[in-house]
C-alpha cells in the first residue's frame, strides 16, 4: 500500500487528492512543522534527506517531488487512459507542459511574493521587480488558458489540474488573482470535486 508523508500545510496535499481520485487504498503518515521556523521536522528527514513533502514510499520506491508522484501513481495503479491525455498526442505536452510549470516556473514567483509578504523589510527592488514581472507573465498565461479552456489540459480534468491547484491557492490567499476572473471560476470548479473536498479533509 502507498505510504503518503503528509506535512500539514503543504503540497502533499496534491497526492491526497490524486488517491482520493483513484479512489486507492493509502496510508498517510502526518508530519507537523515546527511552529517557530515552519521547516519540516526530523521525522521526515528520516525518510529522505531532503525533509520536504511529499515523499512516498511504495514498497522499496521511496519518490519525492510532487509531479513526479502523481505521473508515478498513474503510472503504477492506472490503465493509462485516466486523468491524463493519451501519451504522445499534442494534448498530451500541453498535460505534461502544465505538470511542470506549477513547480517549474509559476512556484518561483509565487513562493517568492509569499515570502515578500510574511517579511517586514524595505524591499530589494531588483528582486521585486523580477518577482511582478514573472507574476504577471505567469498568471496572465494561465489567465488566457483558462479562458479558452475549461482545465489546463484541455476539456478534461487531469493530474495536471492537481499540480496547478495548490500554487493558485497560494496565489488567491496572497492577493494575487483579484482581476483574474477565468482563473477565479475555475478554482471554484476544481474545488468542488468530491475527491478535492475528500482530500481536503485528510490532509
Ligand atoms: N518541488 C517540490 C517542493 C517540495 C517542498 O518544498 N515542500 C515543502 C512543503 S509545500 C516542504 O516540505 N517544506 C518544509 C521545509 O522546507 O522544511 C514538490 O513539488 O514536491
Same mark, same amino acid.
Given at each position: 500500500?502507498?505510504? &503518503?508523508?503528509?506535512?500539514? #500545510?503543504?503540497?502533499?496535499?496534491?497526492?491526497?487528492?490524486? =488517491?482520493?481520485?483513484?479512489?486507492?487504498?493509502?496510508?498517510?503518515?502526518?508530519?507537523?512543522?515546527?511552529?517557530?521556523?515552519?521547516?519540516?521536522?526530523?521525522?521526515?528527514?528520516?525518510?529522505?534527506?531532503?525533509?520536504?513533502?511529499?515523499?512516498?514510499?511504495?514498497?522499496?520506491? &521511496?519518490?519525492?517531488?510532487?509531479? &513526479?508522484?502523481?505521473?508515478?501513481?498513474?503510472?503504477?495503479?492506472?490503465?493509462?487512459?485516466?486523468?491524463?491525455?493519451?501519451?504522445?498526442?499534442?494534448?498530451?505536452?500541453?498535460?505534461?507542459?502544465? =505538470?511542470?510549470?506549477?513547480?517549474?516556473?509559476?512556484?518561483?514567483? &509565487?513562493?517568492?511574493?509569499?515570502?515578500?509578504?510574511?517579511?517586514?523589510?524595505?524591499?530589494?527592488?531588483?528582486?521585486?521587480?523580477?518577482?511582478?514581472?514573472?507574476?504577471?507573465?505567469?498568471?496572465?498565461?494561465?489567465?488566457?488558458?483558462?479562458?479558452?479552456?475549461?482545465?489546463?489540459?484541455?476539456?478534461?480534468?487531469?493530474?495536471?489540474?492537481?499540480?496547478?491547484?495548490?500554487?493558485?491557492?497560494?496565489?488567491?490567499?496572497?492577493?494575487? =488573482?483579484?482581476?483574474?476572473?477565468?482563473?477565479?471560476?475555475?478554482?471554484?470548479?476544481?474545488?468542488? #470535486?468530491?475527491?478535492?473536498?475528500?482530500?481536503?479533509?485528510?490532509?
Amino acid at each position: 500500500m502507498i505510504k &503518503v508523508h503528509h506535512l500539514n #500545510r503543504s503540497r502533499s496535499k496534491r497526492v491526497i487528492w490524486l =488517491l482520493e481520485e483513484l479512489a486507492l487504498t493509502y496510508h498517510v503518515m502526518y508530519h507537523q512543522r515546527d511552529p517557530k521556523t515552519q521547516l519540516a521536522p526530523d521525522t521526515l528527514k528520516a525518510v529522505h534527506p531532503l525533509a520536504k513533502a511529499p515523499v512516498i514510499e511504495d514498497g522499496d520506491t &521511496v519518490i519525492c517531488e510532487s509531479s &513526479v508522484i502523481l505521473e508515478y501513481i498513474l503510472n503504477t495503479y492506472t490503465d493509462g487512459t485516466q486523468l491524463r491525455p493519451a501519451a504522445n498526442t499534442p494534448e498530451y505536452y500541453k498535460y505534461l507542459e502544465w =505538470l511542470n510549470f506549477a513547480e517549474g516556473s509559476l512556484s518561483l514567483a &509565487v513562493i517568492s511574493k509569499l515570502f515578500i509578504s510574511m517579511e517586514e523589510r524595505a524591499g530589494d527592488q531588483a528582486f521585486d521587480a523580477y518577482i511582478a514581472k514573472e507574476i504577471a507573465l505567469n498568471l496572465d498565461y494561465v489567465e488566457t488558458t483558462l479562458s479558452k479552456q475549461n482545465y489546463f489540459a484541455g476539456d478534461e480534468f487531469s493530474a495536471a489540474d492537481i499540480m496547478m491547484t495548490i500554487m493558485l491557492e497560494i496565489a488567491q490567499q496572497i492577493g494575487l =488573482l483579484e482581476d483574474k476572473t477565468h482563473t477565479l471560476s475555475y478554482l471554484d470548479l476544481v474545488q468542488s #470535486r468530491a475527491a478535492y473536498l475528500h482530500a481536503a479533509e485528510k490532509g
